[in-house]
């Protein structure tokens, strides 16, 4: 009756890791998505890629530019923008990273300038 008993608790720690595990995952999903399209909503409302970026440092005050990718570190995670111009598109890639710097999400937009939002 012992090993049995033993046996079924066992399976079942196992089994509140794993979905614990997995509510966790989903969470940090949620979060990623949530916050890349934040990103990409405030840069779709901008005129201009300077506009954008400008607001997205008004979102992100941690966020740091370098070359054509800007980057805000987050409690959670990272924050990641990426952008490349030519003839008056700008094509952005927004992702989050988390903690351990392993890509949960990306999203990509295209944007002419001067587009209507």
């Given at each position: 009756g012992i090993l049995i008993f033993s046996l079924a608790a066992a399976v079942c720690i196992q089994v509140f890791l794993k979905a614990h595990d997995l509510s966790q995952r989903a969470q940090e999903l949620t979060q990623a998505v949530n916050t890349c399209a934040t990103a990409a909503e405030i840069?779709?409302?901008?005129d201009t890629q300077a506009q954008a970026l400008e607001r997205l440092a008004q979102q992100y005050p941690q966020l740091e530019r370098q070359g054509e990718q800007a980057s805000a570190q987050q409690a959670q995670g990272r924050l990641e923008?990426?952008?490349?111009?030519?003839?008056?598109l700008t094509q952005y890639s927004i992702r989050w990273l988390d903690a351990q710097g392993q890509q949960v999400y990306e999203l990509e937009l295209e944007q002419a300038e001067g587009a209507e939002p």
């Open positions: 840069l779709r409302s901008a923008v990426r952008w490349q111009s030519r003839e008056g």
